[in-house]
Protein backbone atom coordinates (compact mmCIF):
# COMPACT_ATOMS: atom_id res chain seq x y z
CA UNK A 1 0.00 0.00 0.00
CA UNK A 2 1.16 3.31 -1.20
CA UNK A 3 2.24 6.33 1.61
CA UNK A 4 -1.49 8.07 1.84
CA UNK A 5 -3.75 5.75 0.68
CA UNK A 6 -6.87 4.50 2.89
CA UNK A 7 -8.62 1.30 3.32
CA UNK A 8 -12.29 1.35 2.60
CA UNK A 9 -14.63 -1.41 4.21
CA UNK A 10 -14.83 -2.95 0.53
CA UNK A 11 -10.67 -3.62 0.37
CA UNK A 12 -10.73 -4.91 3.69
CA UNK A 13 -9.68 -9.08 3.33
CA UNK A 14 -10.45 -11.25 7.00
CA UNK A 15 -9.07 -14.66 7.25
CA UNK A 16 -12.09 -16.92 7.90
CA UNK A 17 -10.07 -18.87 10.88
CA UNK A 18 -10.31 -15.61 12.56
CA UNK A 19 -14.01 -14.95 12.60
CA UNK A 20 -15.69 -16.11 15.58
CA UNK A 21 -19.28 -17.57 13.80
CA UNK A 22 -20.40 -19.25 16.79
CA UNK A 23 -20.37 -15.65 18.79
CA UNK A 24 -22.03 -14.15 15.51
CA UNK A 25 -24.32 -16.98 15.44
CA UNK A 26 -25.81 -16.37 18.96
CA UNK A 27 -25.90 -12.45 18.80
CA UNK A 28 -28.12 -13.17 16.11
CA UNK A 29 -30.36 -15.75 17.42
CA UNK A 30 -30.94 -13.53 20.34
CA UNK A 31 -31.67 -10.53 18.33
CA UNK A 32 -34.62 -12.74 16.42
CA UNK A 33 -35.36 -14.17 18.81
CA UNK A 34 -36.23 -10.99 21.12
CA UNK A 35 -37.94 -9.73 17.62
CA UNK A 36 -39.96 -12.98 17.51
CA UNK A 37 -41.04 -13.07 21.24
CA UNK A 38 -43.15 -9.78 21.48
CA UNK A 39 -44.98 -10.89 18.56
CA UNK A 40 -45.85 -14.39 20.03
CA UNK A 41 -46.29 -12.73 23.58
CA UNK A 42 -48.86 -10.87 21.91
CA UNK A 43 -50.59 -14.14 20.64
CA UNK A 44 -50.56 -16.53 23.48
CA UNK A 45 -49.31 -16.92 26.94
CA UNK A 46 -45.95 -18.27 28.16
CA UNK A 47 -46.03 -21.67 29.40
CA UNK A 48 -44.36 -22.14 32.79
CA UNK A 49 -41.07 -23.34 31.88
CA UNK A 50 -40.61 -20.57 28.99
CA UNK A 51 -38.07 -17.54 29.80
CA UNK A 52 -37.93 -14.13 28.38
CA UNK A 53 -34.69 -14.61 25.78
CA UNK A 54 -34.46 -11.14 25.99
CA UNK A 55 -32.91 -11.50 29.31
CA UNK A 56 -30.73 -14.15 28.78
CA UNK A 57 -27.09 -13.12 27.91
CA UNK A 58 -24.68 -15.98 26.79
CA UNK A 59 -20.96 -15.47 27.46
CA UNK A 60 -18.48 -18.07 26.84
CA UNK A 61 -18.40 -21.82 26.04
CA UNK A 62 -17.29 -24.08 29.08
CA UNK A 63 -17.56 -27.89 27.75
CA UNK A 64 -18.51 -29.46 24.28
CA UNK A 65 -19.51 -32.95 24.42
CA UNK A 66 -22.24 -35.54 22.96
CA UNK A 67 -25.44 -33.76 23.89
CA UNK A 68 -24.00 -30.28 23.07
CA UNK A 69 -22.53 -27.45 23.80
CA UNK A 70 -22.95 -25.83 27.31
CA UNK A 71 -22.35 -21.93 28.08
CA UNK A 72 -21.98 -19.86 30.85
CA UNK A 73 -24.70 -16.90 30.98
CA UNK A 74 -26.64 -14.61 32.79
CA UNK A 75 -30.24 -14.31 32.86
CA UNK A 76 -32.19 -11.81 35.05
CA UNK A 77 -28.41 -11.18 36.62
CA UNK A 78 -28.36 -14.48 37.79
CA UNK A 79 -25.54 -16.84 36.63
CA UNK A 80 -26.80 -19.99 34.94
CA UNK A 81 -25.55 -22.59 32.53
CA UNK A 82 -27.23 -23.27 29.29
CA UNK A 83 -27.15 -26.07 27.14
CA UNK A 84 -27.67 -25.85 23.81
CA UNK A 85 -27.88 -28.88 21.47
Same mark, same amino acid.
Given at each position: ?? $?????? $???????????????????? @?????????? =?? @??????????????????? =???????? $??????????????????
Amino acid at each position: MK $GNESIS $GKDMIFRADQIDLKSLDMQL @EKHLSRVWSR =NI @EKQRPAEEWEIDLAKLDLR =NVIAHGTY $GTVYRATYDSQDVAVLQS
